[in-house]
């Protein structure tokens, strides 16, 4: 194991990735001979030379039309979004073309792209338009998967997975972890696409995070102690979800809630609550419950911000709600 930072993991998978298979390249917003200002890509211009890590201007929908192209060619390009909210510009080619030429070309035609939405999240105060978090829109299309990497370590593994894919894979990246120090494996490793982690086990109340948010449960988890015991289990992927390691948690606690950044309404932890009752029913003890960022787009001032996206407080209050109700 080694430390390093998320935008390390990253920089390391993507430069593993590209000595491994030459069809790899990079093309996108922030994509410099320096790293741009994430430096996720630093050193990989100097190494791998200009025509396979491609810094673009501020033109999504052209270089995602490009990385279509180049993928239905043989190529396998990773598409690097600077800000999450900067993709609707290029839905069509997103949603009309890549997710669906696959299936319309009856499997002839491969689209093995990885599309990196960096910095998405909340709690920075970058106001409405750089702080979505858009995943259920991606989950929504039939055609892609959809990861979201909460740790430095499942951030190199599943972006390693997602280079590899045939499928389109949107690799969701959150700001607020960047440039924390973890623990990362030496060598060659990967993260199954579809696979959630139980991060500790536990008897009282399963809690599936999605993304950024284990961060915040793990903190209310310390905060709670021996007041309760927390199945806490990291999604890792929203599109498949691994439902299996959901119910089996559920099985023995018989109480779950699901935090998320988005908004609650039609996010993704609105279609885990949909499959828990469909699938699982009868083993719910309470009504499944879910957090997430209040209706309304996110503010700029830092105490209406805390006010709209989840807190720790708030995760605390409500594990402790369901370990204590009763039918």
């Not at 890590?53 to 043989?74: D, N, R």
């Not at 900067?86 to 299936?103: E, G, H, R, S, Y």
């Not at 999240?121 to 829109?137: D, M, P, V, Y």
Request: charged share 25%; with cysteine; glycine share 8%.
């Amino acid at each position: 194991m080694k430390s390093m930072t998320y935008i390390e993991a990253m920089n390391e998978a993507l430069a593993e990735e590209m000595e491994r298979d030459p069809s790899v390249f990079i093309i996108g917003e922030d994509v410099d001979v320096d790293g741009g200002v994430w430096k996720e890509t630093q050193g990989l211009a100097e190494r791998f030379g200009l025509e396979r890590v491609i810094g673009t201007p501020i033109s999504e929908s052209a270089f995602t039309g490009l990385a279509a192209g180049a993928a239905m060619c043989g190529l396998r390009p990773v598409l690097e979004f600077m800000y999450m909210d900067f993709v609707d510009v290029a839905m069509d080619q997103l949603c009309n073309q890549i997710a669906k030429l696959p299936l319309m070309s009856g499997g002839k035609v491969k689209m093995p792209i990885t599309i990196r939405m960096c910095g998405t999240g909340t709690g920075t105060r970058e106001a409405a338009q750089h702080s979505q978090s858009l995943e259920a829109w991606f989950a929504h299309i039939p055609g892609f998967k959809v990861v979201m990497p909460a740790t430095a370590k499942d951030a190199k593994g599943l972006l390693k997975s997602a280079i590899r894919d045939d499928s389109p894979v949107v690799f969701i990246e959150n700001r607020n972890i960047y440039y924390k120090k973890e623990l990362v494996p030496e060598g060659e490793f990967t993260v199954p696409i579809g696979e959630a982690e139980v991060v500790q086990a536990g008897s009282d109340v399963t809690v599936v995070t999605v993304g950024y948010s284990r961060s915040k449960v793990i903190a209310a988890i310390e905060k709670i102690g021996d007041a309760c015991s927390v199945e806490l289990i990291d999604a890792k992927t929203v599109d498949p979800l691994d439902m299996k390691t959901f119910l089996d948690s559920l099985a023995k606690t018989g109480r779950i809630l699901i935090v998320q950044e988005a908004h609650t309404e039609c996010g993704i932890g609105s279609e885990i609550v949909r499959r828990v009752v469909a699938e699982g029913f009868d083993l719910l003890d309470c009504p499944p419950v879910v957090i997430g960022s209040k209706n309304c787009p996110t503010p700029f001032s830092p105490v209406l911000e805390d006010a709209v996206i989840p807190s720790i407080n708030e995760i605390m209050g409500k594990i402790m709600l369901l370990k204590q109700y009763k039918i």
